[in-house]
């Protein structure tokens, strides 16, 4: 069976854990060859690298944060340097801070337009600049079901940076659509990842997850290998002639604030 990624090269922000580790992996099965990036976990990257080298596939580990320009086009140099082309961006790379209108912290509200919005922003100017001379791409932004509406107190600030990059997925696929690149987003539900669950105990974990089930038709939880399996598809020439759509990974959630479209 033929590898569906083969001798593709995809850049994954956020690379070293959660679903931008299971992204990077299920690419390199698929026999892509990946920059996987990270800012501060920098022992998780190297896993992930010594796992996509085990499986025998080539992958690099590069260091920026998303939400500086500079860093961002260094970043794109080095992958460029290396691999001589760029034909996938997962614009992976995002944090959470709970907030509301009622009460919030200004320096969080602008660190997550900062990383969310302005961090994809400029990694996709680096990667189209790179994609439009081969009049080839694909690029797939992880959005959220916050960005949807579901019903979850203290995120609408998160879902505000998530609905943009759903609101940059469509002018985008539109925009880039002449020069063949692809241009998609997932909307995750609640995934297991250590963002969503870091500083809470074993118990509360539990009660967590039960309550996520609840609400999912399918009384699952999503994990990240639920949204690898997507990105592969929307990366892949399977996907040829999808753009500009959001893909829905939720689990047939329930509680949504409205069913209008």
């Known amino acids: 069976m033929s590898l569906r990624l083969k001798d593709r ?32 976990s920098k022992e998780k990257a190297k896993e992930v690298i010594q796992e996509i080298e085990l499986m025998g596939g080539e992958a690099i580990m590069i ?11 260094r970043m794109f140099e080095e992958v460029m340097n290396k691999f001589s082309k760029i034909d996938i961006l997962v614009n992976n790379a995002g944090i959470f801070y709970h907030g509301s209108v009622f009460n919030f912290d200004e320096e969080k509200l602008d660190a ?33 079901t916050a ?29 880039l659509g002449e020069y063949g690149i692809n241009v998609n987003a997932i909307a995750p539900s ?12 074993v118990e509360e974990i539990q009660q967590i997850i039960e309550k996520r089930k609840a609400v999912a038709s399918l009384k699952r939880v999503t994990e990240p290998i639920d949204i690898a399996n997507a990105a592969v598809f929307l990366a892949s020439d399977e996907s040829s002639l999808i753009t500009g759509q959001v893909i829905v990974i939720d689990g047939g959630r329930i509680d949504y604030l409205t069913h209008s479209v």
């Not at 609640?190 to 105990?201: A, D, H, P, Q, S």
């Open 190 to 201: 609640f995934v297991l990842t250590n963002m969503n669950i870091r500083g809470r105990g």
């Open 147 to 175: 960005a949807i509406g579901t019903a979850s107190p203290e995120t609408t600030l998160y879902a505000i940076t998530k609905a943009a990059i759903i609101t940059l997925t469509r002018r985008l696929a539109f925009e």
């Open 63 to 73: 260091k920026a944060d998303v939400s500086n320009r500079q860093e961002v086009e």
């Open 9 to 40: 090269v995809a850049v994954v922000t956020g690379g070293s854990r959660g679903i931008g580790r299971e992204v990077a992996l299920a690419f390199a099965k698929e026999g892509a060859k990946v920059c996987v990036n990270y800012l501060s």
């Open 112 to 144: 997550m337009w900062r990383v969310n919005v302005k961090g994809a922003i400029y990694c996709i100017h680096e990667a189209v600049k790179h994609m439009i001379k081969r009049r080839y791409g694909k690029i797939i932004n992880i959005s959220s």
